[in-house]
C-alpha cells in the first residue's frame, strides 16, 4: 500500500485480534432496484427484479456502527470488527 506523503505524520497498522491488517470500513450504500409485480400460484402477490440494475445513492452512504455505537471495520480476509478490538503498531520506515 502507498501511502500518501505528509509531514510530520507517523502512519500505524490497524490489526484484528486474529492478526488480519484492518483494510477498510465496513459501509451501507443505499440503493434502489426496480421490480415488477404477478400473482403467484397460490394466489399471492410475487415480485421480480425487472433486470435493469439498481441505482446507487453514493453522497448516502452512512459508516457502520454496532449496537454499542462503535466503528465497524474489515480485516483483509473480510471478517468484520469493532474498533475496540483493533490494535496499532508503527509502520516500518520504507515499508
Known amino acids: 500500500m502507498t501511502l500518501p506523503t505528509r509531514d510530520q505524520t507517523q502512519y500505524i497498522t490497524a490489526r484484528a485480534p486474529n492478526g488480519s491488517e484492518i483494510v477498510a470500513t465496513c459501509e451501507t450504500i443505499p440503493g434502489k432496484a426496480g ?31 454496532d449496537v454499542n455505537a462503535e466503528t465497524l471495520f474489515y480485516d483483509d480476509d473480510g471478517k468484520v470488527w469493532p474498533e475496540s478490538k483493533i490494535t496499532f503498531d508503527p509502520v516500518e520506515e520504507g515499508s
Not at 415480485?47 to 452512512?62: H, L, S
Open 35 to 65: 421490480v415488477y409485480w404477478f400473482v403467484g400460484d397460490d394466489g399471492k402477490p410475487v415480485f421480480d427484479y425487472d433486470g435493469n440494475g439498481t441505482e446507487v445513492f453514493w453522497d448516502d452512504a452512512e459508516t457502520d456502527k
